[in-house]
T-cell receptor, first 111, second 118 residues
Framework: DQQVKQNSPSLSVQEGRISILNCDYT??????FLWYKKYPAEGPTFLIS?????DKNEDGRFTVFLNKSAKHLSLHIVPSQPGDSAVYFCAASERGFKTIFGAGTRLFVKA | GAVVSQHPSRVICKSGTSVKIECRSLDFQATTMFWYRQFPKQSLMLMAT?????????EQGVEKDKFLINHASLTLSTLTVTSAHPEDSSFYICSARDPGSSYNSPLHFGNGTRLTVT
């Protein structure tokens, strides 16, 4: 049972444009959501997070939006840069217990 | 920031042998560490939660006798894949949460270990 789903395995975007990565979840008890970025042969690194009491969190070029009624969150990267090319994982946790990850979306930013 | 170091980064072993993977928190003490496994193009699957000084908590479907976890100190957790078989070939990653931070703080990950069983 996949509690966190990233239905797009890959996304290709032109440099300077907006990248939108989507994530859906099924567990309404999740109260904390995170996005991680991963390069090949490395562990994931934390990018940005959002608490369930908020609907938006922004950090520089990265913004995460949360729609609790739809159980959907998205990561917006604008403007996209070639260095943003990586695999992005959506993750969720309930009261700080185990963190559940989606399958990841591979982002390609073309120069 | 919090750093988690994992060793080795790659290991190739013969079927039937055992492999130990180490996970260290370098600049903080971690009472809890998490072991994940990733298959190609798939999600990070939580295998077990490693607890310092007590038994690990395994996720459903993970064989505790196959994947031995020892968390002997506040900075070291080890995962031993016993009697490895080709189907155990995977990418194993450990992580920890700085205990000084809030319970909802992000996980810090090691760089992972690519295990290949021939």
């Amino acid at each position: 049972d996949q509690q966190v789903k990233q239905n797009s395995p890959s996304l290709s975007v032109q440099e300077g444009r907006i990248s939108i990565l989507n994530c859906d979840y099924t567990n309404s008890m999740f109260d904390y959501f995170l996005w991680y970025k991963k390069y090949p042969a490395e562990g994931p690194t934390f990018l940005i997070s959002i608490s369930s009491i908020k609907d938006k969190n922004e950090d520089g070029r990265f913004t995460v939006f949360l729609n609790k009624s739809a159980k959907h969150l998205s990561l917006h990267i604008v403007p996209s840069q070639p260095g943003d090319s990586a695999v992005y994982f959506c993750a969720a946790s309930e009261r700080g217990f185990k963190t559940i990850f989606g399958a990841g979306t591979r982002l390609f930013v073309k120069a | 920031g919090a750093v988690v170091s994992q060793h080795p980064s790659r290991v190739i072993c013969k079927s039937g042998t055992s492999v130990k993977i180490e996970c260290r928190s370098l600049d903080f003490q971690a009472t809890t560490m998490f072991w994940y496994r990733q298959f190609p193009k798939q999600s990070l699957m939580l295998m077990a939660t490693s607890n310092e000084g007590s038994k690990a908590t395994y996720e459903q479907g993970v064989e505790k006798d196959k994947f031995l976890i020892n968390h002997a100190s506040l900075t070291l957790s080890t995962l031993t894949v016993t009697s490895a078989h080709p189907e155990d070939s995977s990418f194993y990653i450990c992580s920890a949460r700085d205990p000084g931070s809030s319970y909802n703080s992000p996980l810090h990950f090691g760089n992972g270990t690519r295990l290949t069983v021939t």
